[in-house]
């Protein structure tokens, strides 16, 4: 079953958590790193089941696994075998099962909501070189190339049983195509596709998001389509492109709006917003279905925009 469209028939919306990673350095984890959170999921697991179960504590309906930047090209590369490399990122879907599973364990916690899922986190080729390519795309490999690196991690994320899986900060049209073609080739779980974007019309390398999203619509695997780690002043017109060429349920999750330096691995800036969860009102206003947060959100965030979601008499969504 389609965890996305069980959740919209009911609810108005579908709220997804917030940040892991920096969420994870709020907490005082080092992530100065090539491997990001993935370091804190080979040495410290219990902090990233903690911040999963804090997130469906604060009203998220979905986690996002930490296998963003777990990759086993990247896992080798510190010293684990393609063995341990594969069970460290099925780790990080039974690590947000766990959460997951112990947070709806408690009745009250049940009371005006669906039991949340797992959606296993498939990050770009860029965020494997860890240089901010995910921010530039542009990385001189066939669409061929991009399946090859991919299939592997995807195997394993889908042999963990997650519910969803997450293709997420994709700055391409390419690495997208390759995405939807190893989800057609595996055919066994449905993802969403959700594209990083530098400005009110165009993923990072240099793609209108309309014509991305009008060609990987056709795919049935591909259940939601939408925006994640672009600024939010860009996200109200960002959904109107997306709404031009798909009629899938279109997803939301932004960054706070600062801007990430690669070379020192720090966040520059300041928050575009005083109050994310406020402004995403807007979004759900404009068509977004699916809201949360990406790097520099907090769960304080996401329990701001799951108070609103669930609130009685919010309407659906669609341009007054």
């Known amino acids: ?62 986690a996002i696994t930490a296998s963003y930047q777990a990759t086993v090209q990247g ?8 063995t341990e490399a594969l069970a460290l990122i099925q780790k990080s879907v039974t690590l947000a099962q766990e959460a997951r599973d112990e947070f709806w364990a408690e009745a009250s916690n049940r009371v005006g909501r669906m039991k949340p ?37 995807m195997k394993a994320l889908i042999d963990a ?13 390419i690495e997208a195509q390759a995405l939807v073609r190893l989800l057609e080739e ?6 969403w596709i959700s594209f990083s974007c530098r400005d009110e019309a165009h993923v990072n390398e240099g793609q209108r998001l309309e014509d991305c999203v009008r060609l990987i619509e056709a ?26 060429a798909t009629s899938k349920p279109i997803l939301v999750y932004p960054n706070s709006g ?29 068509g977004a279905r699916l809201i949360g947060g990406c790097c520099r959100t907090t769960p304080e965030d996401i329990h701001t925009i799951a108070q609103w979601v669930r609130r009685s008499g919010v309407s659906a969504p669609g341009r007054p």
């Open 1 to 62: 079953m389609n965890p996305i469209a069980s959740i919209l028939d009911r609810y108005p919306a579908l709220v997804i958590d917030g940040a892991l990673a920096t969420e994870l350095e709020r907490r005082g984890c080092d992530l100065k790193d090539n491997l990001w959170s993935a370091k804190i999921l080979l040495e410290q697991p219990e902090k990233i089941k903690g911040v999963h179960y804090d997130y469906f504590q604060a009203g998220a309906d979905c």
């Open 75 to 82: 896992l080798m590369k510190r010293g684990l075998t393609e």
């Open 117 to 153: 899922f797992v959606a296993a986190s498939v990050g770009p080729y860029g965020a494997y070189l860890a240089d901010g390519s995910e921010y530039r795309g542009n990385y001189g490999l066939s669409e061929t190339q991009l399946m090859d690196f991919h299939r592997p991690r």
């Open 161 to 173: 049983h997650p519910d969803i899986l997450a293709c997420e900060t994709i700055p391409s049209l």
């Open 186 to 191: 595996f055919q066994s779980i449905q993802a």
């Open 219 to 244: 795919s049935p695997f591909v259940a939601a389509v939408g925006v994640n780690c672009t600024s939010p002043k860009y996200v109200p017109a960002l959904i109107w492109e997306a709404k031009k």
């Open 258 to 286: 600062e801007s990430y330096d690669a070379t020192s691995n720090d966040w520059d800036g300041h928050p575009v917003y005083a109050s994310f969860g406020e402004e995403a009102k807007q979004w759900f206003r404009e």
